[in-house]
């Protein structure tokens, strides 16, 4: 997009001469402040806050999070705006496209989960074939699930878009106006959406007080971790592909698939071991064929998923550049 292109080459362009106008150290405390307007509200009310007898999983304190937090995109995400059109000079498609409202980016959407799904390979094969998952897929099971449950419609739809319109949306082009660094940019602000999940420990010593303070810790230690590396990755996807729709698609799929498997044994287990209360109604791990008498399963399901694990990072790594190449990017970077 020319706009775009003009718009960016105003500010980053090398004969560029006068100071950005805001500095990193500010979009950074814009991003600190739209953080705590996220997160800070689910703690002034009765309806938002947990407690020893209400989980934050409570249907009405998903409802009330998720009109929070719509509330804050909306306010954050005009003040993102107000700022590029009126610091930055840019016109109102401009901005937009910044922001990843326009184009949608349909194309890089599907490339970006195309090569997402490449690196959960082996995931991808456990839980497909495995788990037996295709039989629901096929009849759009989990998709219809998704509305009439609560934590999934939480934890697939509503908290993966408000995440990356917050975090990406309104956040990424104020570090572009300051003229941050790509590999700043990447990095920085990933590392505050991963502190905006800090919260979740003392959540969890509240509705679990008998559970070592070590363990919540090192639960909310990983938790940062994982959210920082993901938001590490979303980041440069958007600045590839300059799409919101893109990153929330592959921010929902993440979160679909969960952490993948480093370690043990993969196999699949017979209906008796079925309990048949899987939270995605997943165990069905055989397919409904019990394994004949007590033989354990062939270690090839084991050696497949490994070899598809470790090829679907060789492969995510060679595509990495291919898939997310667009037109649409909000920075020149070379792959």
């Not at 005009?78 to 949608?104: C, D, N, Q, R, V």
């Not at 934590?151 to 106006?177: C, K, Q």
């Not at 994982?226 to 799409?243: E, H, N, V």
Request: charged share 15%.
């Amino acid at each position: 997009m020319p706009a775009i292109t003009d718009f960016l080459h105003r500010y980053l362009g090398k004969e560029q001469t006068k100071p950005p106008p805001i500095s990193t150290g500010s979009a950074a405390a814009f991003l600190v402040i739209y953080t705590l307007i996220y997160v800070v509200p689910f703690y002034l009310s009765a309806t938002t806050r947990p407690s020893r007898t209400l989980s934050r999983d409570a249907p009405s304190v998903i409802r009330a999070r998720v009109a929070s937090v719509s509330l804050t995109c909306l306010v954050c995400s005009l003040i993102t705006f107000a700022i590029l059109t009126s610091k930055g000079g840019a016109t109102t498609g401009e901005a937009l496209h910044s922001m990843g409202y326009w184009p949608l980016g349909l194309a890089e959407a599907a490339r970006s989960l195309l090569l997402t799904a490449i690196l959960f390979g082996g995931p991808l094969y456990e839980a497909l074939l495995v788990d037996g998952q295709w039989r629901h897929w096929l009849s759009f099971e989990p998709v219809a699930g998704l509305f009439g449950d609560w934590v999934r419609w939480r934890n697939i739809i509503a908290g993966p878009f408000t995440e990356e319109v917050l975090f990406r949306s309104a956040a990424v082009p104020l570090m572009l106006l300051a003229q941050t660094s790509v590999a700043r940019t990447v990095f920085l602000s990933p590392v505050i959406f991963g502190l905006a999940h800090v919260h979740h420990f003392y959540e969890f010593r509240l509705t679990h007080p008998h559970e070592p303070v070590a363990t919540g810790l090192l639960r909310s230690l990983l938790q940062l971790a994982y959210t920082s590396l993901f938001g590490a990755y979303a980041t440069f996807l958007f600045l590839r592909t300059g799409s919101l729709l893109a990153i929330f698609a592959v921010h929902a799929f993440c979160n679909v698939m969960g952490l993948p498997r480093l370690w043990g044994r993969v196999e699949p287990t017979s209906d008796d071991d079925d309990d048949g209360d899987g939270a995605d109604g997943d165990r069905d791990r055989d397919g409904g064929k019990a394994a004949p008498g007590n033989a354990r399963p062939s270690v090839l399901w084991s050696v497949a998923y490994y070899v598809l694990l470790v090829g679907g990072a060789v492969g995510w790594w060679r595509n990495l550049g291919v898939l997310t190449a667009s037109d649409n990017a909000l920075v020149p970077m070379k792959i």
